[in-house]
């Protein structure tokens, strides 16, 4: 089935550094989302991204749509213990059903 | 209340067993989701409600499974003769209208353990 890949899979980060995860499709989207979880806990939404080219920023987040609509990508500037978590990007391939990318795993050295 | 509940929370049983997990959404939420997520993988869609039809039940592994909506609001997931590759967490989602248009907001899950 169609599928979205994130990469990097596990990021490291020494806390007060940026940190980045890519979202990529072979088609085009309609839309993303990104969600965040943390350990132990469930997906929260953060932002959807609709048009070509969007960026939209959320205090240290920064999301941006790939003029293509083929890819994503979530940086979070000055990295915090707070934003330890699984990052995951969403997506539909022209139906209702949301499907989640591989997500990506950050820990934070403090 | 305010957010999507979802029961058991945990739930143990033997391989071979009958469970059903169970899906309050957030009162007014027209659309509902399950996904299945094992340990470090991302949620995999399992079905999708709209009102009280199964709109899209793709996801569903086998024929083992089986989920109703039969008044619009609660939903049931069913597992029939459960195996150990069952055991994952089962996430409820619930949104206003469709995933096309806004959020999923997600209960925090019923954790299978099928031994």
């Known amino acids: 089935g169609q599928q979205v890949m994130q990469i990097p899979q596990y990021q490291h980060v020494q806390e007060g550094e940026d940190f980045t995860t890519y979202c990529n499709s072979s088609t085009t989207l309609s ?58 990007c969403a997506v539909n391939f022209g139906n209702e059903k949301l499907t989640f990318g591989t997500g990506t795993r950050l820990t934070i050295i403090p | 209340g305010a957010g999507v509940s979802q029961t058991p929370s945990n739930k143990v049983t033997e391989k071979g067993k009958y469970v059903e997990l169970r899906c309050d959404p957030i009162s007014g939420h027209t659309a509902l989701y399950w996904y299945r997520q094992s340990l470090g993988q991302g ?27 039969p008044e619009g609001s609660v939903s ?37 353990t099928v031994l």
């Open chain 1, 31 to 88: 839309n993303i989302q990104w969600y965040k979880q943390r350990p132990g806990g469930h997906p929260v939404f953060l932002i959807q991204l609709v048009k070509s080219g969007e960026v939209k920023k959320q205090k240290r987040l920064t999301f941006q749509f790939g003029e293509a609509k083929k890819n994503s990508s979530l940086h979070i500037t000055a990295t915090q213990t707070t934003d330890v978590g699984t990052y995951f």
């Open chain 2, 43 to 69: 949620p995999e869609f399992l079905i999708y409600f709209q009102g009280t039809g199964a709109a899209d039940d793709s996801g569903l592994p086998n024929d083992r499974f089986f989920a109703v909506r």
């Open chain 2, 76 to 112: 049931t997931l069913k597992i029939q003769r459960t195996e150990r590759g069952d055991s994952a967490v089962y996430l409820c989602a619930s949104s206003l209208l469709t995933s096309w248009t806004g959020e999923l907001f997600f209960g925090e899950g019923s954790r299978l």
